[in-house]
């Protein structure tokens, strides 16, 4: 198992810039696939970004160009770099770790950090 926890959230202006950071511990990092997701009020969870144990990355279209994924495995640190930041990125970010056995998803998730954008 891993435990995660975010740090890094907080209240920025719209264009601003925040970076998301998610300590693993309790398991080898390298081996997960690293994952951002957020939810706002009212709404589904949704991935905003992913990272996989060899660094290929994925991201939704609505962050495209403006938040960047990355992982540390030295650090078992995962990061999330949000540039250009709008309102509606508006959300608790959590971080993910997953990983795959025999078929099956196993995921771990972080408590979330606030983000707030004000217009």
């Known amino acids: 198992q891993v435990q995660l926890v975010e740090s890094g959230g907080g209240l920025v202006q719209a264009g601003g810039s925040l970076r998301l950071s998610c300590a693993a511990s309790?398991?080898?990092?390298?081996?997960?696939?690293m994952g951002w997701y957020r939810q706002a009020p009212g709404k589904q969870r949704e991935l905003v970004a992913g990272?996989?144990?060899?660094?290929?990355?994925n991201s939704a279209d609505s962050v495209k160009g403006r938040f960047t994924i990355s992982r540390d495995n030295a650090r078992n640190t995962v990061y999330l770099q949000m540039n250009s930041l709008k309102p509606e990125d508006t959300a608790v970010y959590y971080c993910?770790?997953?990983?795959?056995?025999?078929?099956?998803?196993?995921?771990?998730w972080g408590q979330g950090t606030q983000v707030t954008v004000s217009s």
């Open positions: 993910n770790a997953a990983t795959f056995s025999k078929g099956y998803r196993y995921d771990y």
């Open positions: 990272i996989t144990s060899d660094g290929r990355t």
């Open positions: 309790g398991s080898i990092f390298s081996i997960y696939t």
